[in-house]
């Protein structure tokens, strides 16, 4: 007298409406292929949403198919690859309520009974269509006799099966859910994992986006604990569009903005958020960290993360990821752009240009081969500007704080200043440590050489920017480019600089980074992060926090807990899970000076009161439960 649930088939257990999948294979070599399928899919929707009778739909769509009963082996063949990704996660499901599950469909018998044989569903409870085939083996028509082939004919074939105990209803369509409104069933789950309709989801008592939402609502055997859908991604400031297909693909809920958000609407934002996506205008800060009770990472979708208070974001246990890099290229490049356009004096010669004026001169105007470029920070980028600009006859200098090993012929300076006097054109490219404020002001620049040129694609509060205001009013310098600026807008429009109007001076607002493949390729590289943190708790590359790489493991639970790092925990830890008898298949802990992360993996069976037990250990900062 248990709960009994009635599944519809095509597009809930298989991704796809079968007899679309049987269209491509009958109508494969007809020149009129794709408007015959086209009208077919049509006919399916307009049958699906109740705008014609399904008896209609279904005459119709047969009379276009053509098919033979050859052709369903192959139908069956395709179909067991298109089962949907969460009923095929959750075959466990299926075996331990196999008594309890029906499939109702519209379909046909002859193609699901064999697919969801697998699923533990045997024939005598797939209630379907049956095709009519001539002598030839043509499939000519159905079963009229059959409800399933008449208008509503789900209600009556739900109602003659007189279900005892609570019925639920798991569609896609508007014919699932008029069992539930006949009364025939409790409820109705809108399932969404391969199309949302309106008219389904809009009645539904539950949507569920896949089967981990309906068996996490009815507390049912499955594969994850959580189902990602409830775990809520916010990506700010016009992240690349793949980082939100990445991300929905893999079942999360997604949100993209364009622009960045304020502090305090931020935190209003964050509710419920698990991960929050930025590039370098959000300011993470430590009352954003501290009011997002749900957040588990922050990351940045580029390279610099002093927009984050990294140590905030540890002691709340938020794993902060950034992208170190996917944009160096594209920075590299701009650079080499600019060292030529500044060195030739172009930006003045196409302003005057733009005004009218045609200045054909060689005043200012010189080759980069042979000129001497220093670089300063010999990191990602530093480097690989060394190796470009060295390739165009440029002798390249380098200064930085750590110990680097020179590229090609590039020369190590012992200090800045040695740097600063020998080049002709200086680029800066240190990290974004808030020591480098004002690295280079009014001192740096008396010492470069009459005439050099400055680069800054680093950080905006690198520069003096007055004191730069005047080395190039003085002719000092004879021109400079800048990508970053002390203080930016969150978004595009208005921006004032003391720079504008300086003739030789490129101004370009944060766009270093900004290429299409880099977004790209940082729209693929942080996900990818996020995803491994989420599903099964790898903090490597982690710029906050100690790194784990987990082996992986099938068929266990996962307790992720993270901690300040104060003596005992671990024994603390491991003196709960012995009381609970609890069998360890693995156990990973890595540390620094501030928290600890310990990953336990331990067999499936246990007493679920452990986990308060150790949410509950004094000096817990965070705990998650994964299998
Ligand atoms: N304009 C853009 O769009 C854009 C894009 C990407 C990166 N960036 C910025 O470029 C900078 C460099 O990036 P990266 O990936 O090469 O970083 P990186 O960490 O690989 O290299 C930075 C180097 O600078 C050195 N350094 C730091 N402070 C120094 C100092 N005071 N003096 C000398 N050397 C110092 C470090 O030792 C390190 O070798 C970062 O600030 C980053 O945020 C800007
Ligand atoms: O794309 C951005 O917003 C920042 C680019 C750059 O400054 C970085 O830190 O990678």
Not at 144 to 158: F, P, R, T, Y
Not at 454 to 467: E, M, P, Q
Not at 577 to 599: H, M, P
Request: proline share 3%; charged share 25%.
């Amino acid at each position: 007298m248990g709960r009994k649930y009635v599944f519809d088939f095509d597009s809930t257990l298989t991704r796809v409406e079968a007899l679309d999948v049987l269209a491509e294979i009958t109508l494969a070599t007809n020149p009129e292929k794709g408007k015959i399928i086209e009208e077919i899919q049509e006919i399916t929707n307009l049958g699906i949403d109740g705008d014609i009778s399904f008896t209609e739909s279904l005459e119709r769509r047969i009379r276009l198919l053509k098919a033979h009963k050859n052709d369903l082996d192959g139908l069956v063949g395709q179909l067991k690859h298109k089962i949907s990704k969460s009923i095929e996660n959750n075959k466990e499901f299926f075996e331990s309520y196999s008594d309890d599950i029906y499939v109702i469909s519209c379909g046909f018998k002859e193609f699901i009974d064999p697919i969801v044989a697998e699923y533990n569903i045997p024939g005598d409870r797939v209630y379907a269509n049956t095709f009519d085939f001539d002598g030839d083996g043509n499939i000519i028509g159905f079963d009229e006799e059959n409800v399933l082939a008449s208008h509503n004919g789900k209600i009556a074939c739900l109602k003659a099966l007189d279900l005892p105990g609570e019925i639920q209803v798991i569609g896609d369509g508007y014919s699932d859910y008029v069992m539930r409104e006949a009364g025939l069933a409790h409820k109705f789950f809108a399932y969404t994992e391969n199309v949302h309709r309106d008219k389904a989801a809009d009645n539904a008592d539950h949507i569920t986006p896949n089967l981990d939402e309906f068996l996490f609502i009815n507390d049912l055997p499955r594969k994850i604990s959580y189902p990602k859908n409830r775990i809520k991604i916010l990506l700010l400031e016009n992240i690349h569009p793949h980082a939100f297909d990445n991300l929905t693909e893999d079942g999360f809920s997604v949100e993209l903005l364009t622009h960045s958000l304020p502090e305090d609407e931020l935190i209003e934002k964050l509710k419920g958020v698990h991960v929050l996506g930025i590039r370098s205008k959000t300011q993470v800060t430590r009352k954003v960290l501290e009011a997002a009770d749900k957040l588990l990472v922050v990351s940045a979708f580029c390279i610099g993360t002093t927009q984050i208070d990294l140590t905030a974001a540890k002691e709340n246990g938020v794993v902060v990821f950034n992208a170190p890099y996917s944009n160096t290229r594209s920075v590299v490049e701009l650079a080499i752009g600019q060292i030529i356009m500044l060195t030739r004096s172009i930006f003045p010669r196409s302003t005057e240009f733009h005004q009218g004026q045609w200045n054909k001169t060689a005043a200012n105007a010189r080759e980069v081969r042979g000129k001497k470029l220093g670089i300063v920070g010999y990191g990602n980028i530093g480097k690989q500007l060394s190796v470009l600009a060295e390739s165009m006859g440029m002798q390249v200098y380098y200064y930085d704080v750590a110990d680097k090993l020179a590229l090609g012929n590039a020369i190590k300076c012992n200090s800045l200043e040695d740097l600063l006097s020998v080049s002709d054109a200086v680029s800066l490219h240190i990290d974004d440590n808030p020591a480098n404020r004002n690295f280079i002001g009014e001192r740096e620049l008396e010492r470069m050489k009459d005439g050099a040129i400055l680069i800054n694609l680093s950080r905006g509060f690198v520069v003096d920017i007055d004191a730069l205001v005047v080395a190039l009013n003085s002719g000092k310098l004879s021109g400079a480019a800048l990508d970053v600026f002390p203080e930016e807008p969150r978004a595009n429009g208005d921006f004032y600089s003391p720079l504008q109007g300086i003739p030789n001076v490129i101004l370009t607002p944060h766009i270093g980074g900004s290429t299409e493949e880099a977004q790209q390729d940082i729209a693929n590289f942080v996900p990818n992060k996020i995803m491994d943190y989420i599903n099964s708790g790898n903090t490597v590359d982690a710029v906050n926090f100690p790194n784990i790489r987990l082996p992986r493991q099938n068929n266990v639970h996962r307790f992720l807990h993270i901690h300040e790092n104060v003596p005992g925990i671990m024994a603390h830890i491991n003196e709960i899970l012995a009381k609970y008898k609890i069998n360890i298949t693995g156990q990973f802990l890595s540390t620094d000076s501030e928290v600890g992360y310990v990953i336990t993996d331990m067999d499936k069976d246990y007493n679920t009161e452990v986990i308060q037990e150790l949410k509950a250990i004094e000096h817990t900062i965070k705990f998650r439960v994964l299998y």
